[in-house]
């Protein structure tokens, strides 16, 4: 599960009721629906998490995490040399099986959909990472990769949603300033109360 606190910087208030003349105050300057305010931060992640590639961090068990830190270690860290042409998507991932030994699968919709496009791709000395993402994209604009079941899959954007949930912190001691008591003044001559 991904955490919406964690996608945002972004924090809602759990504060105790507002006065009527503050809530009045607020609605005569166009406060904004906290409703509406929680649409608007969903449509945010929707449309955040739909542009990104890579899911490797929304591994769900504590053992595809640990694979996910592998294969994120191996994509930045592993250099490749490629050479395609017009080569129809799951040979281009057997020939990245082959040559890094990562388990990588990929799913029934992600191959029908890639099936018809044929990739010409060449890179010289590039990351693997970056190598994987060009391949993808110029597959098909729909394929996203991420760990499922210990093994690097590559599927449609559609098969990698995950379940936000909000988290609501408690803020209200930030957003109520302590009383500023008048101190004494102390200098040389000593201390000295404003009466």
């Given at each position: 599960m991904r955490t919406l606190a964690g996608?945002?910087?972004?924090?809602l208030a759990i504060t105790p009721p507002l006065p009527s003349s503050m809530v009045e105050a607020q609605e005569r300057r166009g406060g904004i629906d906290p409703e509406r305010l929680i649409d608007i931060l969903r449509e945010t992640a929707a449309a955040r998490e739909a542009s990104k590639l890579d899911r490797t961090g929304d591994a769900e068990t504590a053992r595809d995490r640990e694979v996910a830190r592998e294969v994120r270690r191996t994509l930045a860290g592993r250099r490749i040399t490629v050479n395609f042409d017009r080569t129809p998507l799951a040979e281009c991932l057997d020939f990245l099986r082959d040559v890094t030994g990562m388990n990588l699968v990929i799913t029934k919709g992600a191959a029908?959909?890639?099936?018809?496009?044929?990739?010409?791709?060449?890179?010289?000395?590039?990351?693997?990472?970056?190598?994987?993402?060009?391949?993808?994209?110029?597959?098909?604009?729909?394929?996203?990769?991420g760990i499922r079941h210990g093994v690097l899959?590559?599927?449609?954007?559609?098969?990698?949603?995950?379940?936000?949930?909000?988290?609501?912190?408690?803020?209200?001691?930030?957003?109520?300033?302590?009383?500023?008591?008048p101190g004494p003044r102390m200098g040389l001559d000593g201390?000295?109360?404003?009466?």
């Open positions: 996608t945002f910087a972004l924090v029908e959909a890639a099936a018809e496009a044929p990739v010409t791709l060449r890179l010289r000395d590039i990351r693997l990472k970056d190598c994987l993402e060009l391949l993808l994209q110029q597959a098909h604009p729909d394929l996203r990769y899959a590559i599927g449609l954007k559609d098969e990698w949603r995950t379940n936000l949930r909000l988290v609501l912190y408690d803020v209200s001691d930030l957003l109520h300033r302590p009383p500023d008591f201390v000295k109360y404003d009466d």
